[in-house]
């Protein structure tokens, strides 16, 4: 007779149904996916060391190559890279490493200031208009496609010519499309997740609109918004570049990746390597986000298990 | 049926077609008081004068009023006046719309046709070589500046081959007025713009091709048709490729809004004579109202654009029409 479980044992060829490890939350699950992923990690290694060279800049001016990026001498202008410059100098002899140095500055910064505006405007619509439905839905929908009825560029390049491009309005600029991305997507959760049967329990003991959205929303929302998020910077950092290099972001003499392009393109056929230095640092960052956006989306995206 | 959803989609157009005119219009307002280049400027004009010409052009007539002729006129075709010199924003359209088309029809078909073959192969030899060097290429080609791609193809293929004399390419402008403009020449100044601006659709298309073809040789007609003895050729070109494909057009119809604005940055590079450079330029003049005619024209073809593409969907796909 069986007088508890310890009286019998399983058959060998049963014993492996028993759970190899133990359960894990999606967060650490993910981080953990992420950190197995070499190509992203490296990726991701690489943004982060830009983003401390942009922030540590004038220590590197002064301390590493000691060369600052609006003093022109004329003397050494068109240099190769060589001992007085290492990349070479620019038309009026300013050292192009360091101007590409404090060009991160306005990439990296557009890029994240940009990204984070997008994330939480569009968060904010989507959750809004998701969660409440009706009335707000129908118009905040409907401004989302009129946002999203304009050709970009044309739309930059509008408000570039009506607002004095800075830093912060180049973000906002570029920030004014995407935010509609953002909203959809974050609308379209909202609505897949509402009527989940954990929401409509937690509602049914009594919990209040702002900790069902705050509370219970916005964490199952946030994998999909990362995705996006890292997705965009890459594309990102290209139209900053593409503002600045038309002429219509930030201006000389203030350094960016876009306008050393701008510049080199009127003196290019005589010295090419201008050319070669500051598109290859857009080139570079650009392929280390999306690298990592991709990592991110692997690791992170719920869709995809 | 399809008549009631085409219906309902155009009702869903209104609004956003009465959005897009009104804040063109308010942007309009906002910079340009009057569209009469220098009115204010003159010396010689008295305040009355002033006066009597703005209320002609019916410039002092309330806010709604004046919206009203703004749309209007765009329903006839009028997307206002030049303020650097009172021209016709359409007719600038039309003088370069078909320049611009011309670039950017170009660099999708040249897209379509060669993500199809480069996909093809990806997913034939999978995991292979090839395989993974098309991978590298377009993970780079997604994040290459378009600009600075444009600058170095120009460096290489019209100053080196130069210097080094042999034939080049030319670097800029849609075709030579000394060359006689026939259609050689033509297509030698479209050789180097198109393909830069179809190396982003290359990217994202081809490896598109590659899953979809890979997702459809594991389908079990396939396995059907081979166990039938069907030579491998015939498997993969007659009936596997097909079947990838469609999904491609899907892609390629989302682009269709950019055939009027994507080639913007490729069109400065090169200057080429197409919409974009004209806005470009007359932005860098601070001419608000062609800026703004053109993006309105820009805005309401995506508009009307897409209308049609859901049209066409429900017309194709008849369960879409009851959604």
Redesign the interface.
Known sequence: MIESTADYELAPDRQEIRPSRPAQSYWSESWERLRRNRLGVAAGTLIALLALMAVAAPVLQALVTHQDPSRQDLGTNFDLPGRAHWLGSDELGRDTLTRLIYGARISLGVGFLTVAIQLTVGAATGLASGYYGGVLDDVLM??V??VL???????F??M???FRPSTVTLSLIIASVGWGVVARLVRGEVLSIKNRDFMLATRSIGARDARLILGHLVPNVLPVMIVAASLAL?QII?IE??LD????GIQPPTPSWGNM?TN??TY??HS?WL??F??LT??VT??A???FGNAVRDAYDPRLR | MLAKYTVRRVLASI??VL??TV?TFL?MHA?AGSYVPGLDLNPYLKPADIARIRSNLGLDRPLYVQYGTWLIGIAHGDFGRSLLDGSPVMSHIVERLPNTLELTVTAILLGVALSIPLGVTGALRRGGKIDNLFTLLS??G???????LG??LI?FFS?QLHAWRLPWLPSGGAFSSFNGGDVMDRLEHLVLPATVLSFFYLSVWSRFVRSSMVEVLSQDYVRTARAKGMPERRVVYVHALRNAVVPLVTLVGLEL??L???G??VE??FGWPGI?RL??ER??Q?D?TT??G??TF??LL??FG?LLADVLYAWLDPRIRYA
């Open positions: 409907r401004i496609d009129v009825a304009f050709p970009p560029i044309f739309l390049i509008g570039s010519i009506l890459g290209l570049a593409a290099f038309l002429g219509l392009l080199a393109q290019f056929v090419g050319v070669i500051p598109g857009i080139f650009v392929l986000a999306n690298l | 609004p956003v959005g897009v804040l942007v910079t993970t780079a997604f994040a290459i500046p378009q600009f600075w600058l170095i460096l100053v809004p950019a009027v604005s994507g913007l940055v400065v590079v974009g806005a470009f932005a860098t601070y608000y800026v703004m053109i993006t820009a805005a995506v508009v897409n």
